[in-house]
């Protein structure tokens, strides 16, 4: 008979070893720690019995009954100390730094944020905002023909583009895709002591890392937004056309008659706010995130769901402000 | 208890070993030691049938590795408790939840017998603070609570990837005599794979791969006596002379 891992998963009968004044295991022929514990446990249960064996194996028990001891005292959860900051003391640094040494700002990373968040971004930008656009057109197209009404959906498609769907998607798609990057990229360069090397080497790792890419954001997300609500617009042509024979000439004629200069300043204003909250979101989780791989993963999470809940809550903030002063 | 007979393996075209053969038997501590691309990571890969050799055959307790036995190489895998280098623990748990792990994981014991068997297992390592997260811990303690987790399962066979990499000497010195003292109790086979040439005291034989061939087999006292230069480097450069 064996005391091991394999056998005292349920499987053996105590019966057996349990005798009037002892607990027997003579007959056991291998006995590992898992089969000592066993045993310690028998003897905890039933106190009154002796343990009668072979010599090597009460040695063993007793081995490890002596290993059994430790210190019950918990520390507390390792808390990440590194994300003590404020997300408004993050931004008095990040301003801080950006004055102290401006000189280290490089004018390539601007060039690189552009490449890596803009231009990279235009993609996946002009599929889910042209499939928007379609989907919007054809929704209310089915609506606007049972009222004779297929010329609306120009202003339709093009009010709600330029004013509010082009930001919001362009925002809720930097969101998920830069956001999360600079978070990443900044919580990984920490992990692996990238900023500590940054500044012990006297260069302000905010300035490297920070600071190019909120700028950049900020610069290029309404460039993003007038992409995004103009292949939207497009999307909708393509439907007005196809389901509602509204040729092209005259879709975009009508177009440059409703969308005025107020609608497209409306979507275009809230833009530099949506990048520069996105990009102070995704850098403050990447700078913030602490020292563990999974603290990063964590922080990316955090920061996509605050960017995109940012992101409605501003646009919600905005079309307050607009409802206000009447634009 | 491992055999490899005239073992060639490669990652596609590019050959990492040519014609390996050697016997590892129980309880012997072997370490295996060659220069940067010997290919003694891969030996481990091998070892632990990660890896198919392109020819040759490999033997676990005189049986032959059939690699089409997936069930069964998972059993041998299942005696294995491995040591590797960056000693992969799960910061998100404690240390004691790190070697209750794999317990929890294979066997149906309870969670209380596993808790017991990580604590049993954290004081033979000589590691206390048994609640603590691995973030908090330093090199050195981390390398005892991965090793305590390698140990939980009792392996026939423990494998360490570069046990005292990143430890200092004392630590290292420590590590070594641990390693040694759990062989010596529980009769454990160890296979350390090691650039550290003051780990060699411990151990009973080196493996010495130089250029994807086995160039040296037997005691670390023989290895004054080799001719080979990449041997005489090894043991007569700078950082040999503690092995005098």
């Known amino acids: 008979m064996d005391l091991t891992k394999e056998t005292i998963g349920g499987k053996v009968d105590i019966s057996i070893l349990i005798k009037e004044h002892t607990i027997d295991i003579k007959d056991v022929d291998k006995i590992d720690t898992f089969g000592a514990i066993f045993i310690l446990e028998l003897l905890e249960k039933y106190k009154d019995k002796k343990l009668v064996g072979k010599k090597e194996h009460i040695e063993f028990i007793q081995k490890v009954k002596e290993l059994l001891k430790y210190n019950d005292e918990k520390t507390k959860k390792d808390t990440n100390l590194s994300v003590s900051l404020t997300f408004l003391e993050y931004i008095g640094i990040l301003v801080y730094h950006g004055f102290k040494n401006i000189k280290d700002i490089e004018f390539e990373s601007f060039l690189k944020e552009i490449e890596n968040s803009g231009v990279g971004s235009l993609f996946i930008l002009a599929v889910l905002s042209f499939l928007v656009g379609i989907v919007i057109a054809y929704q209310s197209a089915r609506e606007l023909i049972s009222f004779g009404a297929n010329i609306f959906i120009v202003n339709l498609i093009g009010i709600s583009a330029f004013r509010e769907l082009g930001p919001l998607i362009t925002g809720i798609i930097l969101a998920g895709r830069v956001s999360s990057g600079y978070t990443a990229n900044i919580g990984i360069r920490n992990v692996y002591e990238e900023l500590d090397a940054v500044e012990v080497m006297g260069i302000s790792p905010y300035v490297v890392f920070g600071l190019p890419r909120i700028i950049t954001l900020t610069f290029i997300t309404p460039l993003l937004v007038l992409f995004s609500s103009n292949v939207m617009v497009l999307g909708g042509a393509i439907i007005a056309k196809t389901y509602l024979d509204i040729p092209f000439n005259m879709f975009f004629d009508r177009l440059r008659e409703v969308v005025g200069f107020n609608q497209v300043f409306v979507g275009l204003i809230k833009a530099p706010f949506f990048g520069a909250y996105i990009g102070l979101v995704g850098t403050y989780f990447g700078f913030y995130s602490g020292k563990k791989p999974e603290d990063v993963t964590l922080n990316v999470m955090k920061s996509v769901v605050i960017s995109i809940s940012g992101i409605i809550v501003i646009d919600a903030l905005f079309s307050i402000i607009f409802a206000k002063i009447g634009i | ?244």
């Open chain 2, 1 to 244: 208890m491992i055999e490899f007979r005239n073992v060639y393996s490669s990652y596609g075209n590019y050959i990492v070993h040519e014609d390996i053969s050697f016997k590892i038997e129980k309880s012997e501590i072997v370490a295996i030691v060659g220069g940067s691309g010997a290919g003694k990571s891969t030996l481990v890969k091998l070892m632990l049938f990660l890896l198919k050799p392109k020819s040759g055959e490999i033997f676990f307790d005189s049986q032959k590795i059939d690699y089409n036995d997936e069930k069964k190489i998972q059993r041998i895998r299942d005696r294995i408790g491995v040591v590797f280098q960056f000693n992969a623990l799960f910061n998100s748990i404690t240390s004691v939840e790190n070697v209750m792990y794999p317990v929890l994981k294979k066997t149906s014991l309870s969670k209380d017998i596993a808790f017991k068997n990580a604590v049993v297992k954290l004081n033979m390592v000589g590691f206390k603070n048994i609640w603590a997260y691995p973030g908090e811990l330093s090199g050195g303690m981390k390398k005892k609570v991965a090793l305590a987790r390698a140990l939980a399962l009792e392996p026939d066979i423990l494998i360490l990837d570069e046990p005292t990499s990143g430890l200092d000497p004392i630590s290292a010195d420590e590590f070594d005599s641990l390693i040694k003292s759990i062989r010596d109790s529980l009769g454990t086979t160890v296979v350390m794979v090691t650039h550290d040439i003051a780990s060699l005291k411990i151990v009973d034989r080196v493996l010495i791969l130089y250029d994807k061939k086995l160039i040296f087999n037997g005691s670390p006292s023989l290895l004054k006596a080799q001719n080979h230069p990449w041997i005489q480097s090894f043991i007569n450069g700078q950082r040999g002379h503690c092995y005098d």
